[in-house]
């Protein structure tokens, strides 16, 4: 298992050189160095000296992946690739294009992200589970059958009619909460109800139509057959059997979301204000900011990396007769 | 269902208004709250130069000028100069230097701050991991001397510091240049570079009260950057205590943690969420203006005249990105004063006979005022000089073609229209580069552009549009065909793509040139590629916008300045527009005392600028900010930026009107809540028939 | 002047496909059964109905044109320089008559109060008449009986036509019982009867109001479903090929091409998606704005980024049918049979293409139709975060960006967003219930 784990962190090395790679030559096809010293320096005034100045002090005066001018292995290390690369992994990210500190900016940020993110991750997965499990235990009644068109329903809509609904509604008739925005400590959960409580019923229709029919395959099984032979009652055989086998793929299935959960969500965290990474995110794209880009990509694979080995990992605890070789 | 019970347990837990975004504890506080859009980048005064920065910068740093606050037009007054310099001319081996010498006040005390104890200069590095903000350190205090403001000029030479002015100020400070060249030689990485060891030729310390500046040859306009935060004091010691090591990860940098004499202190700077301005207890203490505009006195602005301000004690900036709930929280009395989104214009604002904005019934109703102002601004629509279609670098026959096609074309674009639907009518269409309430501009019928307006009926009617089709055919198109190919005339207009919302914009300029038949090709970018495209001269007809720095004719005038061309020079002249004669006359215009003089060589401009339409009109936008009824003072300023100052809260009528507007409106939860209950009921029916039903089939 | 948009090409291309397919599937009794498994659900027979509808309208939206520039004599034929379609043609009365600023659906006055001058030179501040919306009525007292006789008269038309399908469906129904032909025919009324009184209404009013700058939201809308349709299709066309290719390639050949396969899949998931689409598509724009010499037209740009949107979109999103078929084709390689052929020396590129492609067609069939809606919905986030289609293409991913802004306004204007919510809805569920229908027909175990 352990020598497993290392193999698979191994493998991930690769993996985080081909995301840099590819960011790297996303952003830099789309931007000059000049590009970006002309948006973090504004639009009033500009010199061409004070672009050669703001490149040179960041080393954006390097070239792109190729130092024909330098010497030895200073043709490949003297580059803008190289040096902003390498230290990413040693998670040293640095410093922003407008010079503050991208690490102890991701540390403040992280925290209201999964505020967010978490309670909509287990609130939704609990509420999802419930809806999905009385659907299975009414199945083929017409309880289920309109379960199952509102679950489809619900999965037609667009998460932005929820938002706009859920605000406009919740806050700006209501009064019930602030419209957005976000505060530290327990003052939060006033600002969170709303984004979390749109987040699970946005969730609901696609997750619950899948956790049914992953019910309904385990109650074809055998055993449940025996079960309900042995005079189990159905609830009992539901919860008792079915639940605890189904859990498996559905547990299995959501690991891999875990991590990414402090990357928060792009589109809640803009629309209610929570200064999240996922706001970070869109503003460096918009600031064309590289170091805050290149860096919040980085998180993210490293991120989606270990949700793969968490998976792994996951299947051999809930089934014993998996090994990890 | 659990979600909804959560709800109401913890909502009933905060008091009667549930929406209310700050805490429980900062109610009925004298605490102004404010918004702001984008993180400021730079607080640095040596770096700062966007109004989203000088909201904060400006409370704290003190140049040495600033704008009276009531009066209009806009008047330079001491802030912390004895009086307002008046340069000396110096003739020395043939050139003309202006020399100013600025007295400060005695007597002005800084902010506290750890920069001033001096052991706070040579902290363990420990020490400066485990701070959470600079001001958990001992705090101390001095005097501000003249020799703070010589630093801080020096400071817009430093190596590290991308002062946005410098080009501009090396022109004119005699040795700035060279300083800069000298600094970077001096410059140790990682290490601080003390700016009083390396003197600077054109400004140096009189005494502890008094400096002086020398500028190459005459330069009128430079008092009004001793208005801006470029010329304001910085200590040696908060430079020294910043450049520390470890400080810079910590985010301790003066580009984060400004430190100035003013009313106010940055207290706390989350620049994602919330900013917070509070008072300075070292401040002196200034008196509120006792003279203002007429109608200032009945509008109340008077009636704290000669009172020492400032009068609030915390300002709370919230960052707030999307303009919905900037509005909605304004309704609901979460902000204290708010400019109006284009969206919500109707529900605010009505448009009386006289094109007079008044407020709506129903804010009037809630107390709220309104007050509006132009800003020194200009958007306009360009046309490059050095287009072969619609420019006039092309000699002879065809620069008089391109002339009538520009002619004709300024007359077709209906900027009253433009204003009127995407604006909702706030601004005004431009007659001259000159935005108004600045010397040169000319109103009412004097100020008329005769070549695409008339006067009648006491105001300004754009002229038809056969004039235009006229001017079309007389440039060779005749129905918006080449008179000779008998090809269609294609214009092509870049600008830059905000959105969604552009597409009416581009519906709305392809309607203006096929009122005149000719075919148009929009060409959105992205800013960059734009601004590219301006400096490579490579665009037809463009949008851009420049805001002044300073309420004077040169800084507009300027930007058709010959010598700034973008394409050239990458001057501020995006047009690239050339006219020797106009050249010659901003020469002479540039250094002049405002006086009729002056105003004759501006007319002589504008006529020549409208007869080459360099520009096919554009407009001056204009401001409308809201007030709530709890607060006193306010009015709208389009140059000074220092306001916080002047505000004045009363923040038991904040409290309870934003009680009365807050009510939380419960029944329609409560709806939910019973219907989710109700719909659980066939699901009980069914649960019990089912396990009676499987009971029977086992039995 | 006709104009032929790239995604035109491909739009009637893949419609041309489809129909081949249709027809080979009938040839072939291993794909008949499943489709008529499929069209045996109530749910498919309706949606299928609702889709044709939208299919038709997208396809229509799919011929351009640029007009021709009225001329004198001796003139040289010249074309205008904005592109049309054919629906535009007939819409025409919804496109020309544009208003100056909002107004409510069926409204005779505007939404927004206006500086009128009244004929003796007074001026007076009110809702003033639409220019198009009701100008026919002389007295707007008559509003009411002249929409209901509009109204009825949409109903009636729609009656008549309802019974003449009635008529046809009785013959059809004989031939193929076992299809549900009501639940289509249910789904034709419906249609129709919305239809119906719409087109009447739309010739006088403004069925679903007007936008800020006056355009019939009923005219956007119609537009915005070939963007939908475009995105939903194209997208998938561009992923099959890369998706079935690597997918079967990497689980068949196994060994190092299975590894740089994964690896690449790996790389390309890790990377957060709307990164990578914000980053692909501003690219794909300063490429455009770079050459703008290959583009006559404003439309044409606007086409190019809508078609490389497709791409990009298709690009980031194989990696999920990739997955699925490598295992797919990992378990079909140890199969006796195409052990054997191996043993018998029968070529690789043979056994994929006989014996691999053939079974796992129907993954790549419910593959295609379950993601439609997904990316149809992806298109409106993304033009919400600003790199989706172009600004001047008409999306309901562009009209509730728009719409957004409205909903701070007081009196609300909800037209807009509960239209683009209709349209959007509407199609979407359809072709959720369509999916559903496909991949039972086709296996129920499939997950996806």
């Known amino acids: 298992m352990f020598a497993y784990i290392v193999r698979r962190i191994l493998y991930a090395i690769p993996i985080l050189v081909g995301v840099n790679l590819i960011t790297f030559a996303l952003f830099f096809i789309v931007n000059t160095p000049d590009d970006m010293a002309r948006m973090q320096l504004g639009a009033k005034r500009v010199t061409p000296e004070a672009i050669e100045k703001w490149k040179a002090e960041r080393g954006y005066d390097l070239p792109l992946v190729w130092n024909a001018s330098a010497e030895g292995s200073a043709k490949a290390t003297g580059t803008i690739f190289f040096q902003k690369s390498v230290r990413l992994f040693v998670f040293d990210f640095g410093f922003s294009e407008d010079k503050r500190d991208i690490a102890g900016e991701i540390r403040a940020r992280m925290w209201p992200s999964l505020a967010l993110a978490l309670p909509v991750f287990l609130v939704g997965l609990a509420v999802c589970i419930t809806f999905a499990l009385l659907m299975a235990f009414f199945r083929a009644s017409y309880l289920d059958f309109w379960g199952v068109v509102a679950c489809v329903a619900m999965m037609s809509i667009s998460t932005l009619f929820y938002i706009i609904g859920g605000q406009y509604l919740a806050s700006k008739i209501w009064h019930l909460v602030p419209i957005s925005g976000y505060a530290g400590g327990l003052d939060a959960v006033r600002f969170l109800i709303l984004p979390v409580v749109i987040g699970v019923v946005g969730g609901i229709g696609a997750s619950s139509r899948w956790y049914r029919t992953l019910f309904l395959e385990e109650m074809g099984k055998d055993y449940v057959r025996t079960a309900r032979a042995k005079g189990l009652t159905e609830g009992v055989v539901l919860f008792r059997h079915v639940l605890k086998n189904a859990m498996i793929p559905i547990l299995t299935g959501v690991v891999v979301v875990i991590p990414t959960l402090f990357l928060g969500s792009l589109l809640m965290e803009s629309f209610f204000g929570i200064p999240g990474l996922g706001s970070y995110t869109i503003d460096a794209i918009q600031a064309q900011d590289f170091s805050v880009v290149r860096s919040m990509v980085f998180i993210g694979s490293v991120f989606y990396i270990v949700g793969l080995i968490l998976t792994d990992i996951s299947y051999t605890v809930v089934d014993p007769r998996i090994r990890l070789e | ?699 | 002047m006709p104009v032929i948009l790239v995604t035109d090409v491909l739009v009637w291309l893949l419609a041309a496909a489809a129909t081949g397919y249709a027809f080979y599937c009938r040839r072939h009794p291993h794909l008949a059964v499943p489709w008529a498994r499929v069209f045996r659900s109530t749910a498919a027979m309706a949606s299928v109905v609702v889709l044709g509808v939208y299919v038709a309208l997208g396809l229509l939206d799919s011929l351009h044109f640029r007009p021709e520039l009225e001329k004198k004599d001796g003139e040289q034929k010249a074309y205008s320089s904005e592109v049309l379609s054919v629906l535009d043609l007939a819409l025409s009365h919804l496109r020309g008559r544009s208003e100056k600023t909002y107004s409510a659906p069926l409204a005779t006055r505007s939404f927004a109060k206006e500086q009128i001058e009244l004929p003796d030179g007074r001026q007076l501040r009110d809702f003033p008449r639409l220019r198009f919306g009701g100008a026919h009525l002389q007295d707007e007292g008559e509003w009411a009986g002249d929409v209901a006789k509009r109204m009825l008269t949409g109903i009636a038309v729609a009656a008549a036509l309802l019974f003449l399908i009635f008529l046809v469906m009785k013959i059809i129904r004989k031939r193929r019982p076992e299809i549900p032909w009501s639940a289509a025919y249910a789904a034709i009324a419906v249609l129709a009867l919305l239809a119906g009184p719409a087109a009447a209404l739309s010739s006088g009013y403004h069925v679903l109001g007007t936008d800020k700058v006056g355009q019939d939201i009923f005219y956007l809308a119609l537009k915005s479903v070939r963007t939908s349709l475009v995105i939903g299709t194209l997208t998938t066309l561009v992923l099959l090929p890369v998706g079935i290719a690597l997918g079967i390639a990497a689980g068949y050949f196994k060994g190092w091409i299975d590894d740089v396969i994964q690896y690449l899949y790996t790389t390309l998931n890790s990377i957060p998606g709307v990164l990578l689409i914000a980053a692909a598509v501003l690219m794909m724009q300063v490429y455009i704005d770079l050459h703008p010499e290959m583009f006559q037209t404003a439309v044409q740009r606007a086409d190019l980024r809508l078609l490389f949107l497709c791409i990009i979109l298709g690009l980031t999103s194989w990696t999920g049918l990739a997955r699925l078929l490598r295992g797919e084709a990992l378990k079909l390689s140890q199969l006796e049979y195409i052990q054997a052929a191996h043993a018998f020396g029968v070529r690789d590129t043979r056994i994929l293409a006989r014996h691999i492609l053939p079974n796992v067609s129907h993954i790549v069939i419910i593959a295609m139709v379950m993601d439609f809606s997904g990316l149809v919905l992806a298109e409106a986030v993304l033009s919400y975060v600003g790199v989706g289609v172009d600004p001047s293409t008409n999306s309901f991913g562009t009209m509730i960006n728009a719409a957004r802004m409205e909903m701070a306004r007081e009196p609300v204007v909800w037209w807009a967003l509960a239209t683009a919510f209709t349209f959007m809805f509407a199609l979407v569920l359809a072709a959720n219930l369509f999916a559903d229908a496909v991949r039972d027909g086709f296996d129920p175990r499939v997950r996806m």
């Not at chain 2, 750890?114 to 350190?137: C, H, M, R, V």
């Not at chain 2, 100020?447 to 754009?462: V, Y």
């Not at chain 2, 916008?545 to 800084?555: F, H």
Request: aromatic fraction near 12%; charge should be neutral; proline fraction near 7%.
């Open chain 2, 1 to 699: 269902m659990r979600t909804l019970l959560l709800l109401l347990v913890f909502l009933t837990g905060c008091g009667e208004v549930w929406n209310d975004p700050y805490p429980v504890a900062d109610r009925g506080k004298n605490v102004l709250y404010s918004v702001f859009a984008e993180r400021p980048k730079h607080l640095d005064p040596a770096q700062s130069y966007t109004s989203d920065e000088a909201v904060f910068t400006r409370q704290v740093y003190e140049p040495p000028l600033q704008y009276h606050y009531l009066k209009r037009p806009y008047e330079l007054i001491p802030l912390t100069a004895a009086e307002i310099p008046v340069p000396r001319l110096v003739e020395k081996s043939g050139i003309t230097y202006s020399v100013y010498d600025i007295r400060i006040k005695p007597g002005i005390k800084y902010q506290p701050h750890p920069g001033f104890i001096a052991e706070n200069l040579s902290l363990k590095k420990q020490i400066i991991e485990d701070l959470q903000s600079p001001y958990d350190l001992p705090l101390g205090t001095r005097e501000l001397t003249a020799d703070d403001y010589v630093y801080q000029i020096k400071r817009l030479a430093h190596p590290q510091l991308h002062s946005p002015i410098f080009g501009l100020m090396a022109e004119y400070i005699v040795g700035l240049r060279e300083y800069a060249g000298r600094l970077q030689k001096a410059a140790r990485p990682g290490q601080w570079l003390d700016l009083r060891e390396h003197p600077l030729e054109g400004v140096e310390r009189v005494d502890a009260q008094t400096y002086r500046i020398t500028l190459k040859g005459r330069y009128p306009q430079f008092v009004y950057w001793l208005a801006m935060p470029f010329f304001a004091p910085m200590p040696w010691e908060a430079d020294r205590f910043f450049q520390q090591a470890g400080m810079l990860q910590k985010n301790f940098t003066l580009d984060w943690w400004p430190v100035g004499t003013g009313p106010y202190m940055l207290s706390r700077n989350d620049p994602n969420a919330r900013m917070v301005l509070e008072r300075n207890p070292n401040f002196r203490g200034e008196a509120y203006p006792s003279e203002g505009e007429a109608g200032d006195a009945q509008r109340g602005l008077l009636a704290d005249a000669g009172k020492t301000m400032p009068f609030i004690d915390r300002a709370v900036y919230t960052r707030e990105k999307e303009s919905i709930p900037l509005w909605n929280k304004f309704l609901q009395g979460y902000y204290d004063l708010s400019g109006i989104a284009s969206d919500s214009f109707d529900q605010a604002v009505r448009v009386s006979v006289e094109g007079e904005a008044t407020l709506s019934p129903e804010m009037e109703a809630r107390g709220i005022r309104l007050d509006t102002s132009i800003a020194p601004t200009i958007f306009y629509l360009g046309a490059n000089w050095l287009d072969p279609v619609i420019g006039g670098v092309s000699g002879g026959d065809s620069a008089e073609r391109a002339r009538k096609l520009r002619q004709a074309l300024a007359i077709a674009v209906d900027w009253e229209e433009y204003l009127s639907i995407f604006a909702n009518g706030r601004g005004v269409p431009s007659h001259s580069p000159v935005a108004p309430g600045i010397f040169g501009y000319r109103d009412g019928a004097e100020g008329l552009n005769p070549l695409t307006h008339a006067w009648k009926d006491g105001k300004a009617q754009r002229r038809p549009i056969e004039a235009a089709k006229q001017l079309l055919a007389e440039a060779g198109y005749p129905d918006g065909r080449d008179a000779k190919t008998g090809q269609p005339l294609v214009l092509y207009l870049d600008s830059t793509s905000r959105g969604p919302g552009d597409k009416a914009v581009v519906d709305w300029w392809r309607k203006q040139f096929a009122k005149l038949s000719v075919q148009f090709e929009p060409r959105q970018t992205d800013w960059n590629r734009f601004q590219e495209k301006l400096r490579k001269g490579s665009t037809q007809l463009f949008i851009v916008g420049w805001s002044a720095d300073y309420p004077d004719p040169e800084n507009f005038m300027f930007l058709l300045h010959g010598a700034q061309s973008r394409a050239k020079t990458q001057g501020e002249n995006a047009s690239n527009y050339l006219n020797p004669e106009f050249d010659a006359l901003f020469e002479r215009m540039r250094n002049m005392p405002s006086g009729p003089e002056r105003q004759k060589i501006i007319d002589r401009m504008t006529d020549i600028f409208r007869r080459d339409a360099p520009w096919i009109g554009g407009f001056h936008p204009k401001n409308f900010a809201l007030f709530h009824s709890w607060l006193g003072n306010a009015k709208a300023n389009e140059m000074s930026d220092n306001k916080l100052k002047y505000l004045r809260v009363d923040a038991a009528k904040r409290e309870a009107l934003r009680r009365e507007w807050n009510q939380p409106v419960l029944w329609p939860s409560v709806l939910l809540f019973l219907l989710l209950m109700l719909s659980i009921v066939p699901a009980v029916i069914s649960y019990k028939k089912r396990e009676q039903m499987a009971a029977r089939t086992v039995s």
